[in-house]
């Protein structure tokens, strides 16, 4: 046999080695695992746009952060994006596009309360875990059959902390500094139907009353006739609940009445955006808010505050701008979803309990403890209630 037969020989030896590791391993020489594909249906323009944006962009430095480290046993993740607009119908039209085109293993998202309702009914019926950043409690705890009382949604989650919660300890706030009457101002759609079940229910719980309650449309500029109405009542505190614009109008119209009564807003509202819509006029509001926002202001025994940090600077390293208490309920959906995959793989079953089973998660929001009974996870303890000043946010005592 002539050395050049042999070397031949060696070479294809060592060409047929290679391409079985590599096919072993799933990698390299032309062989390369399929990516997992997790759907993000957010609010990319509508009113909502401001919100889905920064959770679209939290959920993405999280999957860039695990493709950065070799993805899930060698395969990368994908995100299929879609967007909602902010409306119902196209998002539910968003959905099915997705289920229909993409073979994707678990869907981060929607936005708005309204539209997770939406779109709930979809989720169940093709039996694909869903972890929505929608604030209204109504997307865990409304039946599914109206028929049936016990037919709650078994693969719907949702990263932001119960609206109940929220609502509580803004009454739990008022009640320690002696505001005892309210005025309850909320948008006319979901979130702010949510709302007023809530405060309903939340505020006897603290010896608040409310004396007042006025609607307004999501599409209004000026609710000076409400606020107007309410401050009749002669009330020692208002609260509003609702988010985009009507955050920053309800506030400058507060200041132009001259009405002294203190403003709260709701867990949506501890953002950069609060900032731009409101101006001068949202000197003093005070909000219920993830931890996110102050996370230097934490002591240091706090176990939340180096991931809060941490995160904090990779965001601003990213994307040149401060993340607000939306980014860290798009991080938290994200980053409990990617557990559960590296856990049981792409199963949607099998992520599905993984998610229900999250116990002691430290996230961005809180701890996550979830069960079959909770698809949140998160509690009361989890929130703080901070005062926006000079443009950011001072952590309340």
């Not at 020989?9 to 695992?33: D, E, N, P």
């Not at 999957?63 to 409306?87: A, C, F, K, P």
């Not at 599914?144 to 902390?161: A, E, H, I, M, V």
């Not at 309920?329 to 949607?348: E, S, T």
Request: aromatic letters at 8%; hydrophobic letters at 40%.
């Amino acid at each position: 046999m002539t050395e050049e037969v042999k070397m031949k020989k060696r070479s294809l030896i060592i060409i047929a080695v290679a391409l079985t590791i590599s096919f072993m391993l799933g990698s390299t020489f032309g062989y390369s695992a399929e990516p997992i594909k997790i759907a993000g249906i957010f609010a990319l323009t509508g009113r909502a746009a401001h919100i889905g944006t920064a959770q679209r962009d939290a959920v993405m430095l999280a999957i860039d952060e695990v493709n950065q480290q070799g993805g899930i046993n060698g395969r990368m993740l994908e995100m299929v994006m879609e967007d909602t607009e902010s409306n119902p119908t196209k998002a539910v039209m968003a959905l099915k596009k997705v289920l229909e085109s993409e073979d994707v293993v678990a869907i981060i998202g929607p936005t708005l309360t309204g539209t997770a309702m939406a779109m709930r009914g979809f989720i169940e019926k093709e039996k694909i875990p869903a972890f929505m950043h929608s604030g209204g409690d109504v997307i865990l705890l409304a039946p599914l059959n109206k028929k049936d009382p016990n037919s709650r949604p078994k693969w719907t989650f949702k990263s932001p902390y119960k609206a109940a919660d929220a609502m509580g300890k803004i009454c739990q706030f008022m009640s320690r500094y002696g505001i005892k009457t309210i005025g309850f101002i909320y948008s006319n759609e979901g979130f702010g139907k949510d709302g007023l079940r809530n405060v309903k229910v939340q505020a006897p719980k603290y010896g608040v009353k409310v004396v007042a309650q006025e609607a307004f449309q999501p599409k209004d500029v000026d609710m000076t006739a409400q606020l107007t109405r309410i401050e009749a009542k002669g009330v020692d505190g208002i609260i509003a609940w609702t988010v985009g614009p009507a955050m920053g109008i309800i506030a400058k119209n507060v200041k132009q009445l001259g009405i002294k009564a203190p403003l709260f807003e709701c867990h949506g509202a501890g953002d950069p955006i609060f900032w731009k819509v409101a101006g001068e006029a949202g000197e003093g509001v005070m909000m219920p808010s993830t931890k996110i926002v102050v996370g230097d202001q934490l002591p240091d025994s706090d176990v939340q505050k180096k991931k809060i940090i941490d995160y904090v600077k990779a965001y601003r390293k990213k994307f040149n701008r401060e993340p607000g208490t939306m980014v860290a309920y798009g991080a938290d959906a994200a980053f409990i979803v990617v557990n559960a995959i590296k856990k049981v793989g792409p199963d949607r079953a099998k992520i599905r309990d993984a998610i229900e089973n999250t116990k002691g998660y430290v996230g961005l929001s809180g701890i996550y403890n979830m069960s079959s009974k909770d698809h949140n996870g998160l509690s009361m303890k989890d929130i703080v209630m901070i005062k926006a000043t000079k443009g950011g946010w001072k952590l309340l005592k």
